[in-house]
């Protein structure tokens, strides 16, 4: 294997006669910035216990930089392999910079003070970790987020090709969160470390990590990109949760969000009642699953097949009326829209925005306001979303007139169910 990698081989480890992890595969090589995630005693600290050596494998090997580590004498390790604890003891009488200056002990002799080149080390580790201003600053008067930099700056200090992180950014605000794993980003894309690191949110695991290791039963369940990893079939089946899973166009990451509050509890119940979606731009798709989840018969148009709205109505074998992007609806398409949800039992109008494209879809949606239910999600005023002069506020502004305001998903679903009700009375 190349120098900066790190290879876990038919790996099994755990605790006494205890087997936690089976036959764990996988590689990291220079550059990759990998997450394990799983549910809580998924064995997630114990994988990293075993891949430092801090516990002994049960069976199977590592090997780091090429070479298996077994019997290798810890302060060997430690040159090439550092580690990031979940849980670090601050209560020793240490600055900032003295805790940092430990990560040179692998680097010296028995009785051996840090020379020059090794301090300047540790200012550069510090530097990256903007720590370098809390050098003389005692660890106890640091905040959650200081100290864990300091503690990542201590392990840079080993000059590790290897970074093994358990749960960095755990009892962090969100914006230490992002500090931290900026900087991790940073060592791996620039330095090209390689970094393995546990995480609870899958959400960040997603935006930060080019490969993911889900643990599941004692095994590892799926390995992979993150889009081949955090599919909604995998979740339920890891998390025992219903979520929903798209892409955001701002950082091109995938986010996961559960419904399985909004599944209906007589699981597997046909219903007759139908909804239209009037929607586009992505604004629709958790609506729809859910309410597919649920049984409901659910169409949705006019849509680009280019919207995620659409790939997600088609994931979902939901009936869809489809257009080419960048033009108006035509006339044929908007009638057979109009058919489909005269064919319903409530119609919704999601928070999308409106240009000349999309406008028939509003002037639709306040149509069937005369005479089917319609629900309308609004939370940003229309004024923020009209890119037609005028025109979708002043058909959004009849539409609102007739139709039900709601707030969210929730909502939305609340009243679906309500007008389930009432027709079922009829």
């Known amino acids: 294997m190349s120098k900066n990698s790190l290879k876990v081989e038919d790996l099994t480890c755990g605790y006494g006669d205890r087997e936690i992890i089976a036959g764990a595969d996988f590689s990291v090589e220079k550059g ?51 580690t990031v604890p979940q849980e670090f003891d601050s209560s020793y009488s240490f600055t900032a910079l ?83 794993l900026d900087i991790l980003e940073d060592l791996t894309e620039e330095e090209e470390k390689c970094a393995i690191t546990t995480f609870h949110d899958l959400n960040i695991a997603s935006k930060y990590c080019d490969f993911l290791i889900l643990l599941h039963d004692s095994e590892i369940y799926a390995k992979g990109t993150p889009e081949e990893v955090l599919t909604e079939e995998n979740i339920r089946d890891v998390y025992g949760a219903e979520v929903s899973i ?15 509050g909004l599944m209906d509890p007589k699981g597997t119940r046909e219903r007759s009642f139908r909804v239209h979606f ?38 979902l074998g939901i009936e869809t009326v489809e257009c080419s992007p960048f033009s108006e609806i035509p006339e044929s398409k908007h009638r057979k829209n109009r058919k489909m949800a005269e064919k319903s039992d409530a119609v919704v109008v999601t928070e999308m925005p409106f240009g000349e494209g999309n406008l028939k879809n509003l002037e639709l949606a306040e149509e069937m306001s005369r ?49 389930e009700g009432k027709t079922a009375e009829r």
């Open 32 to 82: 990759d910035f990998a997450g394990i995630i799983g549910p809580n005693a998924s064995g997630k600290t114990t994988l990293l216990k075993t891949i430092n050596q801090v516990l002994a494998p049960k069976g199977g090997a590592v090997y780091l930089n090429g070479r298996d580590l077994e019997g290798a004498e810890e302060r060997d390790i430690a040159q090439d392999m550092a």
């Open 98 to 180: 003295e805790m940092v200056t430990l990560g040179r002990t692998p680097h010296l002799g028995p009785l051996e003070s840090e020379g020059k080149q090794d301090m300047a080390v540790v200012k550069s580790a510090m530097e990256r970790t903007d720590t370098w201003r809390l050098h003389s600053r005692d660890l106890d008067e640091l905040s959650g987020g200081e100290k864990q930099r300091v503690i990542i700056a201590k392990a840079l200090a080993q000059e590790p090709t290897v970074l093994l992180l358990d749960e960095p950014t755990n009892h962090l605000d969100i914006s230490n969160q992002l500090t931290v």
């Open 371 to 419: 005479v089917r239910p319609t629900l309308v999600i609004k939370q940003k005023p229309i004024e923020e979303r009209d890119f037609t002069g005028g025109r979708a506020k002043e058909l959004f502004t009849s539409l609102e007139e007739r139709a039900t305001t709601a707030k969210n998903m929730r909502e939305v679903i609340s009243h679906i169910l309500e007008l």
């Open 278 to 315: 009037i929607c586009g731009g992505g604004t629709g798709g958790p609506m729809m699953n859910s309410l597919k989840r649920k049984n409901f018969t659910v169409s949705a148009g006019v849509l680009s097949p280019m919207d995620d709205d659409y790939k997600e109505a088609r994931r």
């Open 246 to 260: 798209r892409r955001i166009p701002e950082t091109n990451s995938l986010s996961v969000n559960p419904v399985s």
